[in-house]
Protein backbone atom coordinates (compact mmCIF):
# COMPACT_ATOMS: atom_id res chain seq x y z
CA UNK A 1 0.00 0.00 0.00
CA UNK A 2 3.01 2.10 0.52
CA UNK A 3 4.67 1.67 -2.41
CA UNK A 4 0.79 2.65 -4.50
CA UNK A 5 0.62 5.81 -2.21
CA UNK A 6 4.34 7.07 -3.64
CA UNK A 7 3.19 5.65 -6.63
CA UNK A 8 -0.45 8.10 -7.08
CA UNK A 9 1.36 10.81 -5.37
CA UNK A 10 4.54 10.59 -8.40
CA UNK A 11 1.39 10.51 -10.74
CA UNK A 12 -0.57 13.60 -9.15
CA UNK A 13 2.74 15.76 -9.48
CA UNK A 14 3.46 14.84 -13.10
CA UNK A 15 -0.06 15.90 -13.80
CA UNK A 16 -0.18 18.93 -11.95
CA UNK A 17 2.93 19.75 -13.21
CA UNK A 18 1.38 20.13 -16.89
CA UNK A 19 -1.74 21.58 -15.85
CA UNK A 20 0.24 24.48 -14.47
CA UNK A 21 2.32 25.48 -16.93
CA UNK A 22 0.16 24.28 -19.99
CA UNK A 23 -2.60 26.69 -18.31
CA UNK A 24 0.44 29.62 -18.11
CA UNK A 25 0.96 29.05 -21.43
CA UNK A 26 -2.53 29.28 -22.72
CA UNK A 27 -2.68 25.61 -24.37
CA UNK A 28 -5.56 24.70 -22.58
CA UNK A 29 -8.04 27.15 -23.52
CA UNK A 30 -9.34 24.68 -25.98
CA UNK A 31 -8.40 21.40 -24.98
CA UNK A 32 -10.50 19.40 -28.26
CA UNK A 33 -9.13 21.53 -30.55
CA UNK A 34 -5.48 21.68 -28.97
CA UNK A 35 -4.63 18.14 -29.22
CA UNK A 36 -6.06 18.22 -32.30
CA UNK A 37 -3.60 20.75 -33.26
CA UNK A 38 -0.63 18.91 -32.18
CA UNK A 39 -1.73 15.23 -33.51
CA UNK A 40 -1.43 17.25 -36.74
CA UNK A 41 2.31 17.85 -36.31
CA UNK A 42 3.32 14.67 -34.69
CA UNK A 43 5.94 11.81 -35.70
CA UNK A 44 2.89 9.32 -36.91
CA UNK A 45 3.72 5.97 -35.90
CA UNK A 46 5.19 7.63 -32.59
CA UNK A 47 1.86 8.44 -31.68
CA UNK A 48 0.58 4.82 -32.83
CA UNK A 49 3.24 2.94 -30.83
CA UNK A 50 2.21 5.51 -27.78
CA UNK A 51 -1.20 4.24 -27.77
CA UNK A 52 -0.53 1.01 -27.64
CA UNK A 53 1.73 1.04 -25.04
CA UNK A 54 -0.23 3.74 -23.23
CA UNK A 55 -3.29 1.48 -23.55
CA UNK A 56 -1.29 -1.65 -22.01
CA UNK A 57 0.12 0.75 -19.34
CA UNK A 58 -3.06 2.64 -18.07
CA UNK A 59 -4.51 -1.12 -17.94
CA UNK A 60 -1.58 -2.63 -16.21
CA UNK A 61 -1.40 -0.05 -13.53
CA UNK A 62 -5.00 0.11 -12.72
CA UNK A 63 -5.09 -3.11 -12.43
CA UNK A 64 -2.35 -3.44 -9.36
CA UNK A 65 -3.40 -0.46 -8.08
CA UNK A 66 -6.75 -2.26 -7.51
CA UNK A 67 -5.05 -5.50 -6.87
CA UNK A 68 -6.66 -7.48 -9.84
CA UNK A 69 -6.04 -10.99 -9.88
CA UNK A 70 -4.58 -11.25 -13.20
CA UNK A 71 -1.83 -8.84 -12.72
CA UNK A 72 -0.33 -11.26 -10.01
CA UNK A 73 1.07 -13.54 -12.44
CA UNK A 74 3.64 -10.49 -13.84
CA UNK A 75 4.68 -9.71 -10.45
CA UNK A 76 8.72 -10.61 -9.81
CA UNK A 77 10.37 -10.38 -6.49
CA UNK A 78 12.01 -7.30 -5.76
CA UNK A 79 14.44 -6.56 -2.84
CA UNK A 80 12.96 -3.42 -0.53
CA UNK A 81 15.53 -1.54 -1.08
CA UNK A 82 15.42 -1.73 -5.41
CA UNK A 83 11.68 -1.26 -4.59
CA UNK A 84 12.82 2.35 -1.92
CA UNK A 85 14.98 3.27 -5.12
CA UNK A 86 11.74 3.49 -7.09
CA UNK A 87 10.38 6.27 -4.79
CA UNK A 88 13.66 8.14 -5.15
CA UNK A 89 13.21 7.82 -8.63
CA UNK A 90 9.93 9.13 -8.45
CA UNK A 91 11.04 12.11 -6.85
CA UNK A 92 13.55 12.79 -9.09
CA UNK A 93 11.36 12.73 -11.82
CA UNK A 94 8.72 15.01 -10.53
CA UNK A 95 11.86 17.50 -9.85
CA UNK A 96 12.95 17.22 -12.99
CA UNK A 97 9.92 17.59 -14.57
CA UNK A 98 8.93 20.77 -13.11
CA UNK A 99 12.24 22.24 -13.76
CA UNK A 100 12.24 21.56 -17.30
CA UNK A 101 9.01 23.20 -17.33
CA UNK A 102 9.57 26.32 -15.74
CA UNK A 103 12.73 27.09 -17.67
CA UNK A 104 10.29 26.88 -21.43
CA UNK A 105 7.87 28.91 -19.39
CA UNK A 106 10.68 31.75 -18.07
CA UNK A 107 12.00 31.51 -21.32
CA UNK A 108 8.97 31.39 -23.54
CA UNK A 109 6.13 32.19 -21.84
CA UNK A 110 2.77 31.84 -23.83
CA UNK A 111 4.99 30.54 -26.93
CA UNK A 112 5.49 27.46 -25.05
CA UNK A 113 3.99 24.03 -26.99
CA UNK A 114 4.11 20.73 -25.54
CA UNK A 115 3.49 19.63 -29.58
CA UNK A 116 5.52 19.11 -32.62
CA UNK A 117 5.35 22.91 -33.40
CA UNK A 118 7.53 26.08 -33.07
CA UNK A 119 5.24 29.17 -31.84
CA UNK A 120 5.74 32.88 -33.07
CA UNK A 121 8.44 34.21 -30.52
CA UNK A 122 10.06 31.74 -30.13
CA UNK A 123 14.05 31.32 -28.43
CA UNK A 124 16.24 28.39 -27.94
CA UNK A 125 16.16 27.72 -24.47
CA UNK A 126 19.50 27.11 -22.70
CA UNK A 127 18.51 27.68 -19.02
CA UNK A 128 17.78 25.20 -16.20
CA UNK A 129 18.16 22.41 -16.85
CA UNK A 130 18.89 22.94 -20.75
CA UNK A 131 22.03 24.02 -20.34
CA UNK A 132 23.21 20.87 -19.79
CA UNK A 133 20.72 18.66 -21.38
CA UNK A 134 18.18 18.68 -25.04
CA UNK A 135 16.28 17.00 -22.87
CA UNK A 136 14.85 16.86 -19.59
CA UNK A 137 11.27 16.27 -19.55
CA UNK A 138 11.52 13.12 -21.76
CA UNK A 139 14.57 12.06 -19.18
CA UNK A 140 12.04 12.67 -16.29
CA UNK A 141 9.59 10.14 -18.19
CA UNK A 142 11.72 7.97 -18.41
CA UNK A 143 12.28 8.09 -14.63
CA UNK A 144 8.70 8.15 -13.89
CA UNK A 145 8.16 4.94 -15.91
CA UNK A 146 11.10 3.30 -14.72
CA UNK A 147 10.05 4.36 -10.81
CA UNK A 148 6.65 3.02 -12.13
CA UNK A 149 8.29 -0.26 -12.81
CA UNK A 150 9.98 -0.66 -9.40
CA UNK A 151 7.58 0.32 -7.14
CA UNK A 152 5.14 -1.84 -8.60
CA UNK A 153 7.22 -4.67 -9.00
CA UNK A 154 5.68 -6.12 -11.86
CA UNK A 155 7.43 -6.41 -15.25
CA UNK A 156 4.03 -6.05 -17.36
CA UNK A 157 3.76 -2.33 -15.88
CA UNK A 158 7.46 -1.27 -16.18
CA UNK A 159 8.06 -3.38 -19.82
CA UNK A 160 4.97 -1.26 -21.08
CA UNK A 161 5.72 1.97 -19.45
CA UNK A 162 9.57 2.04 -20.83
CA UNK A 163 8.52 0.98 -23.89
CA UNK A 164 5.84 3.96 -24.28
CA UNK A 165 8.41 6.42 -23.48
CA UNK A 166 11.40 4.77 -25.63
CA UNK A 167 8.73 5.50 -28.75
CA UNK A 168 8.88 8.55 -28.15
CA UNK A 169 12.05 8.65 -27.97
CA UNK A 170 13.01 7.09 -30.94
CA UNK A 171 10.83 8.68 -33.08
CA UNK A 172 9.90 12.47 -31.88
CA UNK A 173 13.25 13.48 -30.31
CA UNK A 174 15.31 12.68 -33.94
CA UNK A 175 12.53 15.38 -35.56
CA UNK A 176 12.15 17.79 -32.82
CA UNK A 177 15.71 17.84 -33.42
CA UNK A 178 15.57 18.18 -36.78
CA UNK A 179 13.04 21.23 -36.33
CA UNK A 180 14.93 22.90 -34.22
CA UNK A 181 18.27 22.97 -36.07
CA UNK A 182 16.44 24.13 -39.59
CA UNK A 183 14.57 26.77 -36.76
CA UNK A 184 17.75 28.45 -35.30
CA UNK A 185 20.43 27.08 -37.21
CA UNK A 186 24.35 27.24 -36.75
CA UNK A 187 23.22 28.42 -32.82
CA UNK A 188 20.70 24.98 -32.52
CA UNK A 189 24.07 23.11 -33.77
CA UNK A 190 26.74 24.73 -31.29
CA UNK A 191 23.84 24.03 -28.80
CA UNK A 192 24.32 20.73 -29.60
CA UNK A 193 27.63 20.21 -29.78
CA UNK A 194 28.02 20.89 -25.66
CA UNK A 195 25.04 19.08 -24.18
CA UNK A 196 23.74 15.98 -24.47
CA UNK A 197 20.37 14.54 -25.42
CA UNK A 198 20.18 13.03 -21.62
CA UNK A 199 22.61 12.71 -20.03
CA UNK A 200 25.25 15.83 -19.56
CA UNK A 201 28.52 15.86 -21.37
CA UNK A 202 31.35 15.26 -19.55
CA UNK A 203 34.08 16.42 -21.99
Given at each position: ????????????????????????????????Q??????E??????????????????A???????????????A??????L?????????L?????????????V??????????????????V??G??????????????????????????????????????????F?V????????????D??R??????????????
Amino acid sequence: MVFKLIFLFMMAAFAGVFILFQRKAGVRRNLKQELNSQAEHEVRLSLILRGVFGITWYATVFSWLLSAGWIARFAIELPAWLRWSGAGLAILAVALNWWGHQALSVALGESFDPGLRLRPGRALVVTGPYRWLRHPIYLAFLLMLTAAGLLSANWLVGFSGVAMILSVIAFRVPEEERRLAVAFGDDYRAYMGRTGRFLPRLL
